[in-house]
């Protein structure tokens, strides 16, 4: 019996995130992504995004408290 794990995906509307997210989407995961662009290319339910800037550290910590993760990429 495998759990859902949860992951954070920083920075998911690059060309890198999006490769990474369209390799683990396939996997056991519930994705949340984050980044300054308003929407992600990728369409799915195990998707959920968050638009914030991550050098504003107070922006960050009220868009991510009582969120945890498993992994952050």
Do not use: A, E, P, W
């Amino acid at each position: 019996m495998s759990s859902i794990k949860s992951i954070l995906v920083i920075g998911s509307t690059g060309f890198i995130g999006i490769n990474f997210i369209n390799f683990i989407i396939t996997k056991n995961f519930k994705i949340t992504t984050i980044s300054l662009n308003k929407k992600i290319k990728i369409k799915s339910n195990k998707i959920r995004h968050i638009q914030c800037d991550i050098s504003n550290y107070n922006l960050l910590k009220k868009k991510l408290i009582k969120k945890n993760f498993d992994y952050v990429v």
